[in-house]
Structure formats: structure tokens, C-alpha cells
């Protein structure tokens, strides 16, 4: 089986391409507030990323499902992971930092990836 590229959106339609594929649905809108803070200059390591969990919202056909993905692991192989959740001097708002350039992690039609 050919592997497939991880889409990189350009447009709403891409996106909502993206997330038919992964949720088996029509896409819905929801409603977040993004904070567009930058990433302080000094950060505290709180540990390394061993996992990931996560639930599907609005009417996914995954919803209800939570997913838990081991940091690294790419279904055929598991590659190193150097990801590390931080806090900023306040010890108010997380971080969760890609310390190792890599092509991993993906988001694709499994979920996330490595």
C-alpha cells in the first residue's frame, strides 16, 4: 500500500477534506478563543511528551472514542521522541515544545502519527 503525504491545508475546503477523512463526517464550526501569545524566551522543562489523549468533538463518527497515541510510535516502527511540555516563569500557560527537528508527528486520516 502506497503511503500517503500528510496534507499541509492552503484553503478551508482542504482543511474540511482533512477533517471528513479523520472524522467520517461533515465538518462542523466551533467557537475557540486562540490565545496568539509568542513563545517566551525563557521556559521551564517540566518533562518529556511520552503520550498524547485525545477525544474527538462535535459529530465526529469518533466521538465518545478517546485516542491515547505513545509519543513516536508510527504504527510500523517507533522513532525517537524529543518533545517536551514546558511553563512559562508565571507557571500559568503550558508549552508543549518539538525539541528534535523531525518529520514526525503528522495528523492524518489514523490520527497523529510519531
Known amino acids: 500500500m502506497p503511503r500517503k503525504k500528510n496534507p499541509s491545508p492552503k484553503t478551508l475546503e482542504a482543511a474540511k477534506a482533512i477533517s471528513r477523512d479523520f472524522h467520517g463526517s461533515e465538518p462542523e464550526e466551533v ?5 496568539t501569545r509568542q513563545i517566551p524566551d525563557v521556559l521551564i522543562a517540566i518533562g ?4 498524547v489523549e485525545y477525544e474527538p468533538i462535535g459529530t465526529s463518527g469518533r466521538k465518545g472514542d478517546v485516542y491515547r497515541h505513545e509519543w513516536g510510535d508510527t504504527g510500523k516502527r517507533k522513532v525517537e521522541s524529543l518533545h517536551y511540555f514546558c511553563t512559562d516563569t508565571t507557571r500559568r500557560r503550558f508549552y508543549l515544545i518539538k525539541g528534535k527537528a523531525s518529520s514526525y508527528p503528522v495528523f ?5 502519527v510519531g
Open 31 to 35: 467557537q475557540i478563543t486562540l490565545d
Open 48 to 51: 518529556k511528551v511520552v503520550a
Open 108 to 112: 492524518n486520516e489514523r490520527g497523529v
